[in-house]
């Protein structure tokens, strides 16, 4: 069993677009056949975010340690209680009368969670057919039905899904319109919550201002179903480590995960929580108010994240958020559109490369890195990334390394924070790169003899006055479907090529650097939040006062967070 358990918790539609994707790019890298997982050096420590469980029926399950929380008519097709413990038990009902049966039709599911559906039935009547086959554990990944160059749709009619080298290309971009539409693993029956005072999308009851999640909460019933929800997942770990706490942070979302925060450090306050704050880049930016309820509901969702969590990253493809939505991060090798399909994959790639150093099998804990980042009273981070890391097919790590001649390989995800300046302290994470030969080693990487030789070497380099911290993990990141096909010019292996891709090929894996920082450059975010939400007349805003935000409460927020942007600066930028 385990000994270092994390609990994640998904608050938010953007948040679960986000963590769909990270689980299922988990899921791409599980090894189902044993004879090649004994084969193949362990690396990740999967236990410590999935959980091992048992059906009703006996059946041995996987599923993340999770709580995922959304809004009413958010799940389309998904069950809230999922499926792995259904009982097709109809309920009994004992009455006389008259009867109305009210059914209504239920959402169809697009052309990959059918593929999906008909796998896991091929493989239970597979099983039932094969002599002493309980005990054969089938790769699951290699079962596509290859036979056809054709698939149905839910309503019965062939279309033209292509099929490559007998693997069948799906393109989500136009289907998905939540993030259960690309959803590969099952959940346990207590993940899934949801908050039914407001629905998704209702235009009419909006669900956009942080006090608003606060009143989702007020309810006695709701709060012990979510704190029950927690505790269960909890109470079966051996040695939890702490919480994985996604969430948004420009809606009402906050103020639900501002009392979910509270609640998590006044139970467990042993434990390290690392909270991620995201912003979608495609939000609504054409009316005055809502530019204001963005500034109001990040100043009050990153003052109760970091005053609650150990460690909080805010997280965003726009690198500017208040006056204007800005511009959008440009990856030389990336074409995402500006869909939550797209963006939520860059940021759980990030999210799943940047959180290897305490999810190995290396005996490192999350607490080593907040209690580190979060010294002195620095508790917001920034987060950089390379997806992909651009290797070309004849070149070396060291090639590459010593062609960037002082520019950083990574760009900053955390928006108002560049990530040019040296960081404080950082911990670096170079993934899925080869151990080629490199052409003509010179300098200080002459005596380099492996990517962690190479690794240590360019960060005592180039951020030769802060703290490092440098992990290799050998395996890329697994980016074949359902994640999108949003690489340009890159090889199925993840390498940039010149030679394009077939039109219906995808990439396979990536390889991938991270760069998860204590920078001042942080300085400029919460310098330019604190502003901004200073222009801002509280009193004009009556929702988020009828909601219980107090004046004075207000301006000890904007007092907060001002205090935090001095940790900071440089000494000699305070007088």
């Known amino acids: 069993m385990c000994s270092r358990e994390i609990v994640t918790l998904q608050l938010g539609h953007y948040s679960n677009f986000v963590g769909t994707h990270w689980w299922n790019l988990q899921d791409s890298s599980f090894l189902y056949n044993p004879t090649e997982a004994q084969q193949k050096e362990k690396e990740v420590d999967h236990d410590i975010?999935?959980?091992?469980?048992?059906?009703?029926?006996?059946?041995?399950?996987?599923?993340?340690?999770?709580?995922?929380?959304?809004?009413?008519?958010?799940?389309?097709?998904?069950?809230?209680?999922?499926?792995?413990?259904?009982?097709?038990?109809?309920?009994?009902?004992?009455?006389?009368?008259?009867?109305?049966?009210?059914?209504?039709?239920?959402?169809?599911?697009?052309?990959?969670?059918?593929?999906?559906?008909?796998?896991?039935?091929?493989?239970?009547?597979?099983?039932?057919?094969?002599?002493?086959?309980s005990d054969i554990i089938y790769d699951d990944v290699e079962m596509k039905d290859s036979s056809s160059s054709t698939t149905k749709d839910t309503e019965g009619r062939t279309s033209d899904t292509p099929v490559v080298f007998g693997k069948v290309f799906h393109n989500l971009?136009?289907?998905?319109?939540?993030?259960?539409?690309?959803?590969?693993?099952?959940?346990?029956?207590?993940?899934?919550?949801?908050?039914?005072?407001?629905?998704?999308?209702?235009?009419?009851?909006?669900?956009?201002?942080?006090?608003?999640?606060?009143?989702?909460?007020?309810?006695?019933?709701?709060?012990?179903?979510?704190?029950?929800?927690?505790?269960?997942?909890?109470?079966?770990?051996?040695?939890?480590q702490g919480f994985h706490v996604l969430v948004d942070t420009h809606d009402g979302i906050g103020g639900f995960s501002a009392e979910t925060l509270q609640h998590l450090r006044d139970d467990y306050s042993s434990k390290s929580i690392m909270t991620f704050g995201f912003t979608p880049p495609n939000l609504p930016d054409d009316t005055a108010v809502r530019r204001a309820n963005r500034i109001l509901n990040s100043v009050l969702s990153y003052h109760k994240s970091f005053t609650h969590s150990s460690l909080f990253f805010p997280l965003s493809l726009?690198?500017?958020?208040?006056?204007?939505?800005?511009?959008?991060?440009?990856?030389?090798?990336?074409?995402?559109?500006?869909?939550?399909?797209?963006?939520?994959?860059?940021?759980?790639?990030?999210?799943?490369?940047?959180?290897?150093?305490?999810?190995?099998?290396?005996?490192?804990?999350?607490?080593?890195?907040?209690?580190?980042?979060?010294?002195?009273?620095?508790?917001?981070?920034?987060?950089?990334?390379?997806?992909?890391?651009?290797?070309?097919?004849?070149?070396?790590?060291?090639?590459?390394i010593q062609e960037l001649e002082g520019s950083l390989p990574w760009l900053s995800v955390t928006p108002h924070c560049t990530n040019q300046s040296l960081p404080f302290m950082q911990s670096v994470v170079a993934r899925g790169i080869?151990?080629?030969?490199?052409?003509?080693?010179?300098?200080?990487?002459?005596?380099?003899?492996?990517?962690?030789?190479?690794?240590?070497?360019?960060?005592?380099?180039?951020?030769?006055?802060?703290?490092?911290?440098?992990?290799?993990?050998?395996?890329?990141?697994?980016?074949?479907?359902?994640?999108?096909?949003?690489?340009?010019?890159?090889?199925?292996?993840?390498?940039?090529?010149?030679?394009?891709?077939?039109?219906?090929?995808?990439?396979?894996?990536?390889?991938?650097?991270?760069?998860?920082?204590?920078?001042?450059?942080?300085?400029?975010?919460?310098?330019?939040?604190?502003?901004e939400a200073k222009k801002l007349n509280i009193r004009k805003h009556t929702r988020y006062l009828e909601c219980g935000l107090e004046e004075d409460e207000y301006q000890e927020i904007l007092q907060d967070v001002a205090d935090l942007e001095k940790c900071y600066r440089p000494k000699s930028d305070m007088g």
């Open 49 to 133: 975010l999935w959980r091992e469980g048992r059906t009703l029926k006996g059946e041995i399950t996987f599923t993340p340690r999770l709580i995922a929380v959304d809004l009413k008519g958010s799940l389309s097709t998904l069950k809230q209680e999922g499926v792995l413990y259904e009982t097709n038990h109809h309920e009994d009902i004992k009455w006389s009368g008259d009867i109305t049966l009210h059914k209504s039709t239920p959402a169809e599911k697009n052309a990959y969670l059918t593929e999906l559906e008909k796998e896991d039935q091929a493989l239970l009547e597979d099983k039932g057919k094969l002599p002493g086959s």
């Open 173 to 240: 971009d136009d289907v998905v319109r939540v993030w259960s539409d690309y959803l590969r693993v099952y959940l346990h029956p207590k993940t899934i919550h949801i908050i039914e005072q407001f629905s998704h999308l209702n235009s009419l009851h909006p669900f956009d201002v942080h006090g608003a999640g606060h009143k989702a909460l007020e309810d006695h019933e709701a709060r012990k179903e979510l704190e029950d929800r927690i505790h269960y997942f909890c109470e079966e770990c051996d040695s939890l």
């Open 318 to 400: 726009a690198n500017s958020l208040w006056k204007t939505i800005g511009n959008y991060v440009n990856f030389p090798q990336l074409d995402y559109k500006l869909i939550d399909y797209h963006t939520s994959a860059v940021m759980a790639a990030t999210l799943d490369t940047a959180s290897m150093p305490y999810r190995t099998v290396n005996p490192i804990h999350m607490c080593d890195i907040t209690d580190n980042f979060s010294s002195l009273g620095k508790k917001v981070g920034s987060i950089s990334t390379a997806l992909p890391f651009l290797l070309e097919a004849e070149y070396n790590f060291i090639d590459t």
């Open 434 to 531: 080869p151990e080629n030969a490199p052409r003509s080693p010179r300098g200080l990487y002459s005596s380099c003899r492996s990517i962690n030789d190479t690794l240590q070497v360019y960060l005592t380099e180039n951020f030769n006055s802060c703290l490092n911290a440098g992990t290799v993990v050998k395996d890329p990141t697994k980016v074949c479907t359902p994640f999108p096909h949003i690489f340009k010019n890159i090889s199925k292996e993840g390498l940039v090529s010149t030679r394009d891709r077939h039109q219906f090929e995808g990439v396979e894996s990536v390889q991938m650097m991270t760069s998860m920082q204590s920078s001042p450059d942080t300085a400029q975010l919460l310098n330019t939040l604190y502003k």
